[in-house]
Nanobody, 124 residues
Framework: VQLVESGGGLVQPGGSLTLSCAAS????????MSWVRQAPGKGLEWVSV????????YYGDSMKGRFIISRDNAKSTLYLQMSSLKSENRAVYYC??????????????????WGQGTQVTVSS
């Protein structure tokens, strides 16, 4: 099983970035998929979740209106479009898979699979 994030990097405040997460080794469309992040020196923060079929999406309060989660089950890939980025969005972003319902899970043990993360830095 692998979840491989990509698309992170350095972006200026107000800029945009799209993260991708390529899944393999499991039946992708059986799982709700989430993005979870960890800022330097802080704990895990749940960002967003999408149901197995993409019909339901939920976001953390500070992400609403600026982030869009999506998935392509044919490609077994999860996405996170981020816009109007702020310095406080700097973090390592992880994708995670959880069998069943799309819920705002914050702990690693609540997920079945977890990626290695991709760094997002927002700085001028």
């Amino acid at each position: 099983v692998q979840l491989v994030e990509s698309g992170g990097g350095l972006v200026q405040p107000g800029g945009s970035l799209t993260l991708s997460c390529a899944a393999s080794g499991f039946t992708f469309d059986n799982y709700a998929m989430s993005w979870v992040r960890q800022a330097p020196g802080k704990g895990l923060e749940w960002v967003s979740v999408i149901s197995w079929d993409g019909r339901m999406t939920y976001y953390g309060d500070s992400m609403k209106g600026r982030f869009i989660i999506s998935r392509d089950n044919a490609k077994s890939t999860l996405y996170l479009q981020m816009s109007s980025l702020k310095s406080e969005n700097r973090a390592v972003y992880y994708c995670a898979a959880r069998y069943g319902a799309a819920v705002a899970a914050i702990h690693r043990y609540e997920y079945d699979y977890w990626g290695q993360g991709t760094q997002v830095t927002v700085s001028s």
